[in-house]
């Protein structure tokens, strides 16, 4: 369990500086450079998520069961991730008309990912890893609304909505189909 914190703390920590320590991180750009400093925390978050699948797969061997969820959340959290997918891809592809009014889609899809993994993983280090991840992106969508600079993009053509749906989705059914297996070592159906 040692290991799958230490993780969080790295990833989700290098990813609040901006909430946190806004000046501090300013200042490290100001010393390292633009160029530096995104290669740092590359790297720190690599290590973060290396830390964080290793550590969670270190705890599901003796794992510590707090509740027992029930088997019809699954279809529920099904739905969610397949939500999360697409919020992911619009986060990632120019502007429809989804990216403005959901204002942070990537933030959108990891609320609605890890709320949908506790609906369904009842042990220790699932509430630790899922629950970790939510409260961070409620956290960081909070900050997003004050603090100054931060631009939501305007509208753009439903066609880039169209993409990104189809992209969310394929990438969605990949992932039910052999990703989650081959990766998480976790069979979705």
């Given at each position: 369990m040692?290991v ?9 920590g290098f ?13 490290m ?8 400093w995104?290669?740092?925390y ?7 998520v290396?830390?964080i699948?290793?550590?969670y ?6 794992p ?9 959340l ?24 989804l ?5 942070h889609p ?7 990912w890890a709320?949908?993994h506790?609906?369904v993983?009842g ?5 630790l890893?899922?629950?970790s991840?939510?409260a961070?992106a ?8 004050r ?7 305007a ?6 909505d169209l993409?990104?749906?189809a ?5 969605y ?6 990703l ?10």
């Amino acid at each position: 369990m040692l290991v799958l914190i230490l993780g969080l703390v790295l990833f989700l920590g290098f990813h609040s500086v901006r909430i946190f320590a806004p000046g501090w991180r300013d200042g490290m750009v100001a010393r390292l450079g633009a160029g530096p400093w995104r290669g740092l925390y590359s790297l720190v978050s690599i290590v973060g998520v290396v830390l964080i699948v290793w550590g969670y797969g270190l705890s599901r061997q003796d794992p510590i069961v707090v509740y027992d969820p029930p088997m019809a959340l699954r279809h529920l959290t099904m739905l969610l991730v397949l939500i999360a997918f697409i919020c992911f891809a619009v986060s990632l592809m120019p502007a429809g008309k989804l990216k403005p009014k959901l204002k942070h889609p990537m933030l959108a899809a990891v609320k609605i990912w890890a709320f949908g993994h506790l609906l369904v993983n009842g042990d220790l280090a699932s509430i630790l890893l899922f629950g970790s991840f939510l409260a961070w992106a409620v956290v960081d969508r909070i900050s997003l609304k004050r603090r100054p600079g931060v631009v939501i993009p305007a509208p753009g053509p439903v066609r880039n909505d169209l993409i990104a749906a189809a992209v969310g989705v394929v990438a969605y059914l990949l992932f039910v189909w052999q990703l989650h297996t081959l990766l998480i070592g976790v069979p979705v159906m």
